[in-house]
């Protein structure tokens, strides 16, 4: 069984910057694309940035992202501390959603925002 774990969710201005955390059990890290998606009062759940499983021959991961968020959010993984992390910068108020960790064998499940295994979600708020 996957466990996704997120925390890091918050209140902040317009402008501002959070980072969140997603937790997965140990194998996780080594099998598995992990993404976040989000899903704002009133709307559907969105893709919004999923980083691979597996390792370029640069050495770099595969990372992927929305057009919304592209150039203002960054995810990244370390399997060491079994965590994969999304820094959001440049909030807006358009960014107010619940953000759900997610992960999946495959990398277009996580693309397209049908992964297999998801976490519980945290709020994150942004005031203008």
């Known amino acids: 069984q996957v466990q996704l774990v997120e925390s890091g969710g918050g209140l902040v201005q317009a402008g501002g910057s959070l980072r969140l955390s997603c937790t997965t059990s140990?194998?996780?890290?080594?099998?598995?694309?992990v993404g976040w998606a989000r899903q704002a009062p009133g709307k559907e759940r969105e893709f919004v940035a999923g980083?691979?499983?597996?390792?370029?021959?640069?050495?770099?991961?595969?990372?992927w992202y929305s057009d919304s968020v592209k150039g203002r959010f960054t995810i990244s993984r370390d399997n060491a501390k079994n965590t994969v992390y999304l820094q959001m910068n440049s909030l807006e108020p358009e960014d107010t959603a619940v953000y759900y960790c997610?992960?999946?064998?495959?990398?277009?499940?996580?693309?397209?925002?049908?992964?297999?295994?998801w976490g519980q979600g945290t709020q994150v708020t942004v005031s203008s």
């Open positions: 997610n992960a999946d064998l495959r990398d277009s499940q996580v693309r397209s925002g049908n992964s297999d295994y």
């Open positions: 980083v691979s499983a597996g390792i370029k021959f640069s050495g770099d991961r595969i990372t």
């Open positions: 140990g194998r996780t890290n080594r099998v598995y694309a």
